[in-house]
């Protein structure tokens, strides 16, 4: 009978079964989003290559909220501690063109070198000049970028001098000192990369800075991967929550609003049943099994949703990661939709059960 | 033998707005088991609020309801709610089918309902002598009124109830399937000793029953 009536009624069906599955795509690509953008900094953060990463106090392990830089002499310090091979100081810059893909890297190519192991260069070379620019291929594929293009940055127009493979640390890198000139930060850096003679002096190195510069942010690039969640920004946090409350409240409402109009069109439906000897909870079943049922197609239909618009958002920007759907956030999203429909039809669902039966059947 | 149905002094009241309109006012009736009685009576005269109370519909407003050893007296809205579902089946005059459902799952639905599983044996019984068995997989639309009054009896009657109320069961039907439908309650009443209830307003309906009330402005006048 469920099956039944939900066929009966096929534009509210369809309307019902799409507000779930807008419901579940959008919790689902909000997620995806922003864990692919976490994921995706923390894997280009990784492939740095350097095993302590050093940044003064009060610094977020998302570059672009980072706090004022300090002087570059800190890092001659950490080179003399006892098995550290090199210490890479980069000045970050950011500005609208670089919303989205994170921070602009000022590094200096030498230490640089010697901490990552080196770009890999698909064409060009390194810095000449002081307005030289390295893209990532990423970056390049997206923008339509060449050696010998123009990319304005930073309100400056830089020289793309050659592109490099993806995947370390960010996707554009101009020269340290253009970078502390540009924003009058002389002699600065914003973090301190270290690369040890060999990964197993890690702890002793980290434990060496610490001593060094109390109060600073001093993590391995291990804990420094597992802080890069949203759970350690409020902000992405309260976002997501907010999104996802969002939609779920869209699911939420049209449930309510079809299952109460339907118990409306289905008055005398009721009352038959219950002249058939229907209890309370017989109605309420039915209704909640009916709103049950939209709930579970819409979320199917909400996972491809989910699918095909990963697959074009991919597709439509070239340097943005969206992660695909985890078993953990399918549930969850699955759970939330079915929830939202199960509280949505709950007081019609209330209302049918305690319909009069002889009103019920009067009605016309 | 302690009839099937018993009412003393039954008063009903239907409160609109603030005014009190009374629909019984004093019903005392008794029906053996296995009776077929007719109730007849002027539009308005409370011939389907007696019906409905003793379906466990609703509740008297005073007066005792004795029906197949339960007092109404006793039993809350869940109460009656379970006596209906295991003793009464009815039968509307606009048949009441639910349009979604084919005659079969119409007929089935209150096998589930009762809860007490499809029993094949009695489902071909009745649909066979209600002679609805090759019109199981039409809806309601695609059905003559009689086909569909005779699918409801069967629905009414699928779970052997003890009692079938049947309010102007006839009043929708031409004067052939009027016929029909009476001689199937007929035979119902005869072969399985069901007792049997029904509001009409035709003078031969009536006449196939074993006893006929009067009711007028809420009171049997002459039984
Ligand atoms: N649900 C109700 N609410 C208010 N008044 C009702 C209701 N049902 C019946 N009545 C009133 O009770 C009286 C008896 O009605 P009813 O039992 O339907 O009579 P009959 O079936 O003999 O035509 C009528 O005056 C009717 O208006
Ligand atoms: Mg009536």
Known sequence: ???????????????????????????????????????????????????????????????????????????????????????????FQSDLSTHGIGVIFGIDMASWNRVSGGFVYLSGESFRGPMDVLVDD???????????????LLSQNFHVCGIVEHGKGSRLFIPLSTAQELSSSHDKASIFFVKCTDPGYTDDVEAAIQRLLPGWEIHSMQQFMSMMTSNNLPALDTFIDAMIGLAVSIGFLVIFLSMYTTITERTREIGIL??????????????????????????IAGYIGAALVRKVLVGSFP???????????????????????????????????????????AYE | MEPIIRTEDLKKLYRIGKLDVPALRGVNLIVEEGEFLAIVGPSGCGKSTLLHILGGLTGPT???????????????????????????GFVFQRFNLLPTLTARDNIELAQSIQGNGFNPRRFAQVTEMLGIAAKLNHRPYALSGGEQ?????????????????ADEPTGNLDTENSQLVLNMLRTLNRSFRQTILMITHNPEAAAVADRIIRMRDGRVVSA
């Open chain 1, 274 to 299: 219950k002249s058939l000897g229907a209890s309370k909870g017989y109605i309420l079943g039915i209704i909640l099994k009916e709103a049950s049922l939209l709930g579970a197609v819409g979320i």
């Open chain 2, 62 to 88: 005073s007066g005792r309801v004795l029906v197949d050893g339960n007092d109404f007296r006793a039993m809350n809205d869940a109460d009656r709610t379970r006596f209906r579902r295991h003793k009464i």
């Open chain 1, 1 to 91: 009978m469920i099956v039944v009536n939900v066929l009966h009624r096929p534009i509210r069906t369809v309307v019902s079964v799409l507000a779930v599955a807008i419901e579940v795509t959008m919790v689902l690509i909000v997620v995806g989003l922003t864990t692919g953008l976490l994921n995706d900094a923390a894997r280009r953060t990784q492939g740095i290559g350097a095993d302590v990463v050093v940044q003064p106090s009060g610094a977020s392990f998302m570059f672009s909220l980072s706090s004022a830089p300090v002087p570059v002499k800190v890092g001659d310090r950490l080179a003399e501690i006892p098995h550290v091979l090199a210490v890479a100081p980069v000045l």
């Open chain 2, 149 to 165: 009054q005779r699918v409801a009896i069967a629905r009414a009657v699928i779970c052997e109830p003890k009692i079938l109320l």
């Open chain 1, 319 to 361: 340097t943005l990661y969206v992660e695909s759907m985890s078993a953990g956030w399918a549930a969850k999203a699955a759970i939330l939709a079915l929830l939202g429909a199960l509280i949505g039809a709950f007081y019609p669902a209330l209302r049918a059960a305690r319909l009069d039966p002889v009103d019920a059947l």
């Open chain 1, 138 to 152: 990423w970056y390049a594929k997206a923008n339509h970028l060449k050696v010998g293009s123009t990319l304005s």
